[in-house]
């Protein structure tokens, strides 16, 4: 259990389906930190009310209320937990661990979204996506990825970091955006490992139509 806990349960706002709340979902787990889960009803739009915007301006989900602290965006959300409950385990230790982790942080939040996310979003949820694009794009990334993995276990460093967490949950479910992880063998143990984490929490899947 982590050192440090909230003086009441962190409020989650969530969406079970979403892999930008699965980061969050194994932080929490891992740090086993108290807390509520709140089902967002992103397809009656309940994200865009006006106590959900209130929270974050820009609609999305997740958000998470810590007592008075409120913070929106899933890889802000983890920065939070790791600094505030994860020390000596989350946190990054050194310059180079933390530069690492924006790098990734960075590939999350840029290709892997427009890829290998928006890709599974519009197969999932019909979003509005060039699905091609986004299957190219999630080809090329995960040529990448897979070669990097060739080398070394985990993403940032050699053991699990919140890179990890930010990348498996779109990784590990690209093939329901029509994007195959057959290819991929370094990727697939990557995910296995992950998957081996001691507290680790499957994302639900979404039910078929
Ligand atoms: N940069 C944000 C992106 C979050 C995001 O894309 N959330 C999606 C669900 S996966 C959402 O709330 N979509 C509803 C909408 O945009 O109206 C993060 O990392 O948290």
Not at 101 to 126: E, V, Y
Request: a neutral charge; proline letters at 8%.
């Amino acid at each position: 259990m982590s050192s440090k806990q909230p003086d009441q349960p962190i409020r989650f706002h969530s969406f079970p389906y979403s892999g930008h709340c699965h980061r969050v979902a194994l932080l929490l787990s891992d740090l086993q930190l108290p807390h509520e889960t709140i089902n967002v009803d992103l397809a009656n739009k309940a994200q865009k009310s006006e106590a959900f915007l209130a929270m974050n301006p820009f609609g999305q989900v997740p958000v998470i209320q810590d007592g008075d602290v409120t913070i929106s965006d899933s890889l802000a959300i983890l920065t939070y937990l790791s600094e505030r409950y994860g020390a000596g385990r989350w946190a990054p230790r050194t310059p180079i661990e933390a530069a690492e982790i924006q790098r990734w942080f960075a590939l999350a939040a840029g290709t892997l979204a427009f890829g290998p996310a928006a890709a599974r979003a519009s197969k999932l949820f019909n979003a509005p996506v060039d699905l091609p694009a986004a299957q190219a794009r999630s080809l090329a990334l995960f040529d990448v990825v897979d070669r990097h993995l060739a080398q070394r276990d985990y993403l940032a460093r050699q053991s699990l970091t919140l890179a990890d967490l930010a990348f498996y949950a779109y990784v590990a479910r690209a093939p329901e955006g029509g994007v195959s992880l057959d290819p991929y063998s370094h990727i697939r143990s990557w995910l296995a490992r992950v998957e081996s984490m001691p507290r680790f929490v499957p994302m639900p899947e979404f039910p078929k139509r």
